[in-house]
């Protein structure tokens, strides 16, 4: 019987392991947005929107995280430059950022 539930188990964890979405798809560089600040601001991950996030100039799409659940994360809101809080207040940094995709850069507005 305890083996019937470690496979049962086994198969399951590989089935939802299948069915995470790669996150981590690289875009090339000539086909990234350009978002000015108030640009991002729009996408707060609220009423539908997606949720990105820019960090040390670039753009990150945090929307299909599940720490990123309607747009906030531990206090932060996503559609800000989040480099200060990432840098000097999270505990791991840049680390995480492996695990969303980069979708663009921020760019100085007119």
Same mark, same amino acid.
């Given at each position: ?13 590989? =089935? ?9 798809? +690289? !875009?090339?560089?000539? +086909? ?5 600040? +108030? +640009? ?7 009423? #539908? ?13 945090? =929307? ?5 659940? @309607? #747009?906030?994360?531990? #206090? ?9 809080? !990432? !840098? ?7 680390? @995480? ?6 979708? #663009? ?6």
């Amino acid at each position: 019987m305890k083996r019937l539930y470690l496979m049962i188990v086994l198969v399951l964890l590989v =089935s939802l392991s299948a069915c995470q979405p790669s996150d981590t798809t +690289e !875009i090339p560089d000539d +086909e990234l947005v350009e978002l000015t600040l +108030e +640009e991002l601001s729009y996408y707060d991950g609220k009423n #539908g929107r997606p949720a990105y996030i820019a960090v040390n100039g670039d753009i990150y799409d945090v =929307s299909n995280s599940v720490f990123w659940m @309607n #747009g906030g994360h531990n #206090g932060f809101a996503a559609g800000q430059d989040l480099t200060d809080a !990432i !840098i000097n207040q999270s505990p791991h940094g840049l680390s @995480n950022l492996s695990r969303v995709p980069k979708i #663009g850069i921020l760019v100085e507005g007119d």
